[in-house]
């Protein structure tokens, strides 16, 4: 009898054991039957550029990576996830400085094991992160961030930037002053004091240069991120009147000067020219002030061309959130289509297996896609910088609509306002814009 | 004489808002020996309910006056309610431990209340420009000023006025004081001295939020307000010597007014004309300038 129980016992143990070993083989064929596309999202989810930048972009790549799962995108990009692959997306927050983003990095491809990264709003974090993808031989790419200096000062092999550098931002706005005829005899500026505020301060400066020759600058204010209070440095434009001011404020900064200068009576003693200001219109509405010229860093959201792409982008955003896109969620996404075409590429040069990052960087090299925003191309820091067109318009609250919205808008073709790929935006710009083509 | 009198109106007016805060950093650091990194979060906190209580007032048609009241309130509600929880259900295991184990203590609850502030309110903007309007303007030469700034200094003078009285002519001022000159002999002498500690945070609470609150009719509230007040409020309670309430408002006046003088004449020096000026004080004076040298205990 105990014998008998004793070998009942061996076999259900030994059935036992069998199941688990079989649901376990079962669970590893699932596994790589289901092989996904593991991609490290990298943007502020906390601090004073979430709310402008970080949120609406991570917004923007839920979305969109939802729409790749369901193969629900458009064509040519309706392949579900990345060329069959599931996206399997890890969101990680950027506050903290550059140092922290650098282990964040790390930790991204060494433990998350991601198979790409796509991140970084502030160019000090891009300067930081790019040197470290490159060192560890990993795919990065740069969706947001300024700064020229990236690919004019480094030559780079896995690291990437599918978006205009900061110098179209400027270039466009002088030009577009200087098409509508604006009188700029004097003009004052006001600009964060760190890398981006100071690039943007030098590029508008050398371009007011060329396009302005006989125009004097005055004020020339440079507040910290993050201020909040702007009282000192508005009396201080106000007390040397100018005919254009200009500014690359932005998010919280950006809103904060609008409200206390606003009742100030700046806006309307002289002509107040914003660099990447789109993304504070729909919170602010009718505390916009009417003919304020502002930029957007690209064409987008109410400044972005006709397209079905674009339609179809629109309408995702929009009934997501219940706000329409504007600058952060759309350079996500144009970063996330060149992504997407880029690993279809590799994947089919590689026997539809996943690529690494070799083959994702050689796929991504030169490349050009169309995005909601227009032609994305891939044209400078030998095909690791992208250009695109751009456009500026001027501000008016629609009380109808109760919004504003923004009039004479010119589109700015993307050899018009960026250097060709043998030149640097500065010395581009010095030497007068040659070689630039398509401009208005 | 224009540069010089609109320096000194920026200066002042910036001091009014940064003595607010400050008033009660110095007032927590005083009577409870905690240099509080979350005093910015309860400023934010502060904003954040004074947006959602003045929202609530325009929504039921109250005339904007009550406006000034509704953010009143919020800082009294955001006292009432997050001072007592943070100090008794956190704080008050800490006492007389290592003034360095607080500042990471408070540091925590500086993190932590970032992210209440985000799931209460979310990570969009808020935005409570109204009663900017309500003082109208007031026009000097090419400077035009906002009326609202002025009654942010009457705001401030009328608090510093109400602390110093409360603290130097009222018996639980004279209490407060025991305490902070030892609150080992003031509990021998019968003083509840934990009362006395959840007064004083509470109160210090109140200014941060009543600065915050007061302050969110000029940006536009969201993450992140609390990070640039903290480090700012600090260098003038450094400058006027931690626990001082007379040395908050020499520092915010040395600050407002050092940082005005630098963006009108050399704006590129800023934020270095703030620390310079703490420098050059902590030089001459290491206790603050109105801290007195004290004798270690042994």
Known sequence: ?440 | MNTVFTILVDGVTYASWLFIVALGLTLVFGVLKILNIAHGSFYALGAYAAASFVGWAASMHWAPAFSLVAMLLAAVVVAAVVAPLTERGLLRFFYGRDEVLLVLVTYAMFLILEDVTKLVWGTNPYYVSEPYGLFGNLNVGVQTWVGYDFALVALAVIVGLLVWWGLNRTRQGKIVLAVIHSAEVAASMGVNVSRVYMLAFSVGIFLAALGGAFTAPMISVQPGVSVGVIIVSFAVVIIGGLGSIEGAAVGALIVGLARSLAVHTAPVAELFSIYIVMAVVLVFRPEGLFQRTQARKI
């Open chain 1, 1 to 440: 009898m105990n014998q008998q129980n004793s070998g009942a016992r061996h076999i259900r143990h030994a059935a036992a054991l069998y199941a688990v070993a079989a649901a376990a083989m079962l669970c590893a064929s699932g596994a790589k039957a289901q092989e996904t596309f593991k991609l490290g999202i990298v943007s502020f989810l906390s601090g004073q550029a979430a709310e402008s930048f970080g949120i609406p972009a991570v917004n923007g790549a839920k979305v969109l990576v939802d729409a790749f799962n369901k193969g629900a995108a458009p064509a040519p990009y309706n392949k579900v996830g990345f060329g069959g692959l599931k996206i399997e997306a890890v969101y990680v927050d950027e506050n903290g400085g550059a140092t922290k983003q650098v282990q964040e990095l790390r930790n991204l491809y060494d433990r998350e094991n991601v198979d790409a990264v796509v991140g970084y709003v502030g160019s000090g974090d891009c300067l930081a992160v790019a040197p470290a993808a490159e060192e560890m031989k990993k795919f990065l790419i740069l969706y947001d961030c300024g700064t020229p200096r990236i690919f004019e000062d480094n030559k780079l092999q896995y690291v990437f930037r599918t978006a205009s550098h900061a110098a179209m931002d400027n270039v466009a706005l002088v030009r577009y002053m200087k098409a509508r005829n604006i009188k700029a005899e004097t003009f004052n500026m006001i600009n964060q004091d760190y890398a981006w505020g100071q690039d943007s301060k030098k590029d508008f400066t050398l371009s007011m240069e060329k396009l302005y020759p006989n125009a004097k600058a005055g004020e020339d204010q440079l507040p910290k991120f993050g201020a909040g209070q702007y009282g000192t440095e508005i009396s201080a434009l106000m007390a040397k009147p100018a005919d254009v001011t200009h500014s690359s404020l932005w998010g919280g900064d950006l809103q904060a000067f609008i409200l206390q200068a606003g009742p100030r009576g700046l806006f309307k003693r002289t002509q107040v020219v914003f660099s990447a200001a789109d993304h504070v219109l729909p919170g602010l509405g009718e505390k916009m002030p009417d003919g304020t010229i502002l930029g957007a860093r690209g064409a987008y959201g109410l400044m972005s061309p006709k397209s079905a792409l674009n339609d179809w982008w629109w309408d995702l955003y929009s009934k997501a959130y219940g706000v329409y896109p504007v600058q952060a969620p759309y350079r996500m996404v144009q970063s996330l289509l060149g992504l997407k075409l880029a690993v279809e590429k590799a994947m089919a040069a590689n026997g539809g297996k996943k690529p690494n990052a070799e083959q994702l960087a050689a796929a991504l090299k030169g490349q050009e896609w169309d995005s909601p925003a227009g032609k994305i191309r891939m044209a400078l820091g030998d095909g690791h910088q992208a250009i695109q067109d751009t456009a500026i318009g001027k501000t008016r609250f629609d009380a109808a609509k109760k919004m504003v919205v923004l009039d004479d808008i010119q589109r700015f073709p993307a050899e018009c306002v960026n250097p060709p790929a043998t030149m640097k935006a500065e010395e581009w710009i010095k030497a007068g814009f040659p070689g630039a083509k398509g401009c208005p």
